[in-house]
């Protein structure tokens, strides 16, 4: 059945402040200045995109503008008619007294200049000139320095009202003269109820969930519900929309396999969580969605977890509420929280992405990946308790030179493999116990050109108190020797000897450091969670090894003693 439609948005468009949805609090004090008739000589209307500013900033030139069906009226009133000749007029954007200007596309002091010498001029037909500028915050310094004189001192005829996404860019002393209007995001249980009463009015069936569908989606903006129920509509061909439309519409998964996703992952379930991405994706969910769904799904079982009434994502009388409820009570807030971080990391490099559904796959990996770690306390309580780290993903460290290590294990990279020189340290050795040539460029000045040298310039060949015979680079310093000689003195306290060997000794620091990376990428890049990857990502290489965990905490790395 053909019948000309006219969309959503516009046929009901409010005209009136009773038809605007969800903004009580503006009406309120709208109504109130307009009973007074204390009403001001600017409005800042400030909000998300699609709240209806631009929709409000029309009834506030209507409700100033109005002179009644009868044509009598002669005070502004907080009802408009919309049947008289301003009414209509405004309403169709061809009223003269009521000029709309989009500051996104003229941001400069000429079209200003235009307003401020039309200021000067009484309205043609109507009560009031008003001036509607939308996106305000777009204006050039000079152009609202231009207004700003005309917002001083406005003719009594005169209306500004200001629309703005971005209230923070609108200068003080332009906010200061202005009534302002926090219109605020609709609720989206408000909005589905809206909805609800527009699909009557159209006579259209929707299923509640489907409204509660597109409510969410829309994220409190009433023009996107509307061009979104309009969508379901066609969709729905004339039959009954369902859920299930919508869903299929908004490229949504069902939640019950969202829910199963996210309960593969916290099992470390990683192959059979992506051949279920990969099912839904074939099914046309969006790779967006899916990351947002699984958020909500984090989100709501945290939730559940802290308030076990709470309510949310997976409301709807279906089996999945009880089941994510059981999912949240085996798992802890930290693993919760960890993945609500991993995830939210994911959207925006989902949302990023040339091909957002690899980008999906990796973040879903790393969140399996996470949920097999133990939690950072833990974590941290062995290796404090001397227990056995469990790191079953750090590379295994080259054998060490021996005891002592564990009271300085340093964390990060490059622990590894830094001690095979062999050393003595004598019982009750004095103060500074040096035990390698690290323990003697920590004493060295941070990027000091002694330590510079002794990182890159220098094997170690033998070490013992009071005693270091090193073999110098060709490119090491003449004077590097006395250089150490003096530097060991001044901060031992004692007479050091310094002797030049001709051959061997230990790789020098850099060299250490790098063949430790070096290592460390091999090891990782046999582990079967990184092997997958990166066979499945052909052309993908590491470029960084950091040891994942959800807190801020740096993870330890095993000490080199232990296994
Ligand atoms: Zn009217």
Redesign the pocket.
């Known amino acids: 059945m053909a019948q000309p439609y006219r969309v959503l948005a516009r046929k009901y468009r409010p005209s009136d402040f009773t038809g605007l949805i969800g903004q009580e609090a503006l009406v309120r004090t709208l109504s109130n200045a307009f009973a007074t008739g204390r009403i001001a000589h600017a409005f800042m209307l400030t909000g998300v995109r699609g709240v209806g500013k631009t929709t409000t900033a029309r009834i506030i030139a ?1 409700a100033l503008n ?3 069906p009868d044509g009598k009226r002669t005070e502004p009133t907080i009802h ?5 000749e ?2 209509v007029s405004i309403s169709e954007s061809r009223n003269v007294d009521v000029q709309e200007m989009d500051a996104a596309s003229r941001t400069g002091i000429d079209d200003i200049r235009e307003i401020i010498e039309g200021v000067r001029y009484a309205p043609v037909a109507a009560r009031y000139k008003v001036y509607i500028i939308d996106e305000v915050h777009m204006l050039s310094k000079q152009a609202f320095n231009g207004l700003l004189k005309t917002l001083e001192e406005p003719p009594p005829h005169v209306k500004f009202v200001f629309a703005t996404t971005e209230i923070r860019k609108v200068p003080v002393t332009v906010l200061s003269r202005c009534q302002r209007f926090d219109l605020r995001r609709i609720d989206s249980q408000e909005l589905a109820l809206y909805l609800a009463t527009l699909a009557e009015k159209e006579k259209v069936k929707v299923e509640e969930g489907a409204l509660a569908l597109i409510a969410r989606a829309a994220e409190g903006s009433a023009r996107d519900a509307l061009s979104l129920l309009d969508q379901a509509i066609a969709h729905g061909e004339g039959e009954l929309i369902t859920a299930e439309t919508v869903r299929q519409m908004l490229g949504l998964a069902d939640r019950g396999q969202v829910l199963d996703i996210f309960e593969k992952l916290m099992n470390g379930k990683i192959s059979e969580a992506l051949t279920d991405l990969q099912t839904l994706y074939d099914a046309g969910a969006d790779p967006l969605a899916v990351m947002q769904d699984l958020l909500e799904t984090t989100h709501f079982l945290t939730r559940v977890k802290v308030a076990p009434a709470a309510q949310g994502f997976f409301d709807g009388g279906s089996g999945e509420a009880k089941r994510a409820a059981d999912l949240a009570a085996k798992l802890s807030v930290a693993a919760l929280t960890r993945a609500w971080q991993i995830l939210l990391k994911g959207l925006f490099e989902v949302r990023d992405a040339t091909r957002p559904i690899s980008a999906c796959e990796m973040a879903l990996i790393r969140l399996a990946y996470a949920a097999e770690l133990p939690p950072t306390d833990k974590l941290v309580k062995d290796l404090l308790d001397g227990g056995a780290a469990p790191s079953p993903r750090s590379p295994s460290p080259p054998p060490s030179a021996g005891g002592g290590t564990r009271a300085t294990a340093r964390m990060g990279e490059g622990v590894a493999a830094t001690r095979p020189v062999p050393h003595s340290i004598p019982e009750g050795a004095p103060t500074a116990v040096l035990r390698g040539m690290e323990d003697i460029v920590a004493l060295c000045e941070p990027r000091s050109e002694l330590r510079v040298n002794l990182e890159h310039n220098v094997h170690l060949v033998h070490l013992e108190p009071g005693r270091i015979e090193i073999r110098p680079t060709a490119r090491a310093p003449r004077t590097l020797a006395n250089d150490l000689q003096t530097k060991l003195a001044a901060v031992t306290g004692e007479r050091w000897t310094v002797s030049i060997a001709s051959q061997g000794g230990a790789p020098t620091l850099a060299e250490q450091k790098l063949a430790a990376k070096t290592a460390r990428f091999e090891a990782v890049a046999q582990e079967p969670m990184v092997r997958a990857v990166l066979d499945r990502f052909p052309g993908a290489e590491i470029v960084a090894v950091r040891e994942v965990v959800g807190e801020d905490v740096a993870a330890p790395m095993p000490d080199a003693d232990e296994e």
């Open positions: 209507r109005c002179i009644g408009p008619c919309g049947k008289c301003p009414c």
